[in-house]
């Protein structure tokens, strides 16, 4: 493990892949069969199960677990405190070990401080869940979801900038910080170039 950063508060487990540049802060806990991309922050307090993955340059910021069965792809953003889970039906006196689900965020994709992503779920690529947002479902690729449970309430550009385009429907619309084109058709947004 070249190039990268442990805080010596951490706990890296033997066997836990990092990828170069990387960052591993305060009290984290990284475990043995962990696999991390390059130029990945896992700030204070996180926590990285056996069975998990995690792409190239993804930010998890401070106080989140990210469980067995939970994969990001490159540049995701998990806001401070965010939850995963892998049970959907936890109970303290049953074991449930052999019914995780799998959760996967895909690449670009941000979630918020303070959400909840159910088990069991794919979240599409740069889709922005806000603050708080509790994901039950999965989420199309550049969708805005809010709310308990959530709700879309639009769709984002690759920059993280509220695209102007319909729910549902067709649509063009370009990105006001890039001025990337966008095509919404038939419930999905895709980018031209």
Known sequence: MTDIFIHPTAIVDDGAQI???????????VCS??????????GQNVFVGNKVVIGNQCKVQ??????DNVTLED???????????NVYNPRALVERKDEYRN???KRGATLGANCTIVCGVSVGEYAFIGAGTVVNKDVPAY????GVPA????????????????????????CPHTGKAYMLKAGQVTTEG
Request: glycine share 16%; hydrophobic share 45%.
């Open 19 to 29: 990828g170069a540049g990387s960052r591993v802060w305060h009290w984290a806990h």
């Open 33 to 42: 069969g962990a696999r991390i991309g390059n130029g990945v922050s896992l």
């Open 62 to 67: 401070n106080n989140v677990s990210v469980y």
């Open 75 to 85: 540049g995701v953003f998990c806001g401070p405190s965010m939850v995963f889970t």
């Open 103 to 105: 959760t996967v965020v």
């Open 143 to 146: 969708a805005l979801m809010v």
């Open 151 to 174: 709700k879309q309430i639009g769709w984002m550009s690759e920059y993280g900038e509220k695209l102007d385009l319909p729910l549902t429907g067709d649509g063009m619309a370009t």
